[in-house]
């Protein structure tokens, strides 16, 4: 029995930073992950190490200007995403260059009822390609692989 990988990956027309992506998901329900108490979010770093940080929800405003940071633009980054009210989340992961973000489904996965071995990929493309609309979204490529 292998496992299951499920992401959509998002291009954009110019670079998003965290901060616009965040702000665009904010106002459809999302928010940075507090579910532990505290922000995770991720760095990579010139050795391809990713390393994974905590920090307060206080200092949210400090962890989004350190991911947009000019010097971690060749770099990638990440940050845990959470929607409350539907009680799901997953990691945006944002590529070197910024014009390529993936949300990967790893909190609280929402499976589809008829066949829950799958991702609900069309809930987490309704919940999340409306709010990209209007930050420069040229397409999306949602997949669900089994390894």
């Given at each position: 029995?292998g496992?299951?990988?499920?992401?959509?990956?998002?291009?954009?027309?110019?670079?998003i930073?965290?901060?616009?992506?965040?702000?665009?998901?904010?106002r459809v329900?999302?928010?940075?992950d507090v579910s532990l108490g505290?922000?995770?979010?991720?760095?990579?770093?010139?050795?391809?190490?990713?390393e994974?940080y905590g920090s307060?929800?206080?200092?949210a405003?400090?962890?989004l200007?350190?991911?947009?940071?000019?010097?971690?633009?060749?770099?990638?980054?990440?940050?845990?995403?959470y929607?409350?009210?539907?009680?799901?989340?997953?990691?945006?992961?944002f590529?070197?260059?910024?014009?390529?973000?993936a949300f990967?489904?790893?909190?609280?996965?929402?499976?589809?009822p008829?066949?829950p071995?799958?991702?609900d990929?069309?809930?987490?493309?309704h919940?999340l390609?409306?709010?990209f609309?209007?930050?420069?979204?040229?397409?999306y490529?949602a997949?669900?692989?089994?390894?």
């Open positions: 029995m496992s299951r990988d499920a992401d959509i990956d998002f291009t954009f027309t110019d670079p930073t965290v901060r616009a992506a965040l702000d665009a998901l904010a329900g999302w928010s940075m505290g922000l995770s979010y991720m760095i990579d770093d010139a050795d391809g190490m990713f994974w307060s929800p206080a200092d405003n400090e962890v200007a350190r991911l947009d940071a000019p010097g971690n633009l060749p770099y990638s980054v990440a940050v845990d995403v929607h409350p009210e539907a009680g799901t989340g997953g990691m945006l992961l590529m070197p260059g910024r014009t390529e973000v990967v489904p790893t909190i609280d996965r929402r499976r589809i008829a066949a071995e799958f991702t990929l069309a809930w987490y493309l919940a390609v409306p709010a609309v209007g930050t420069g979204l040229e397409g490529e997949v669900e692989i089994k390894h």
